[in-house]
């Protein structure tokens, strides 16, 4: 009886829980950004590690509750690498699970990071005398945006933006370039 039993719980377990994963597509570049590219392609790198964005949504009782959505997922990734403006070579998949009365279903996105070549990583020194290991980006200011918008995309703060470019307030016009160091 109890090997009846077992066997009927397995049956019910593998009935009640399903998943599924599809690959949506390859990709060569991929980039939510609005980057005017010009005469700036042959100036973009990619970086040494990859990176992934993931945007889920959650099912309860077989009904959805939202939408993954890719922009989402593809931004995720991209915010991952400071100064990225697109990623290469990477996947787009579709994911989803359910067990009984809860699952979830997601766009997954992975890449390597790319961005302007006129980042450059440096040695900086820090208060006791060791060396960190920084990346120095270059920022153009664009019409509209804020140091407050930009120390956030950067993940430093407004005062060390100030400093690093000697400004004598936090306005800044379109045009100016920023030195940024990311940790």
């Known amino acids: 009886m109890k090997s009846v039993s077992f066997f009927v719980g397995v049956f019910l377990l593998l009935v009640g829980m399903s998943s599924c994963s599809h690959r949506l597509t390859d990709f060569t570049v991929i980039s939510t950004r609005n980057v005017p590219l010009g005469n700036q392609v042959a100036s973009l790198q990619k970086a040494d590690q990859r990176v992934k964005g993931v945007d889920r949504s959650h099912v309860i009782l ?109 306005d800044v016009v379109k045009g100016t370039k920023l030195k940024i160091l990311v940790k």
Do not use: C
């Open 62 to 170: 077989f009904l959805p509750i939202g939408t993954p959505n890719m922009k989402e997922a593809i931004d995720r990734a991209i915010d991952k690498y400071p100064g990225a403006i697109g990623l290469v070579d990477g996947v787009v998949k579709s994911k989803g699970w359910s067990i009984l009365l809860y699952g979830q279903n997601s766009f997954v996105v992975e890449g390597t990071p790319l961005y302007e070549a006129d980042v450059k990583k440096q040695d900086v020194p820090v208060n006791n005398g060791q060396s960190e290991e920084t990346m120095l980006f270059f920022h153009e200011v664009k019409e509209g945006e804020t140091l407050s918008a930009i120390a956030t995309s950067y993940n430093v703060t407004i005062a060390d933006i100030i400093k690093w470019n000697k400004l004598s307030s936090a």
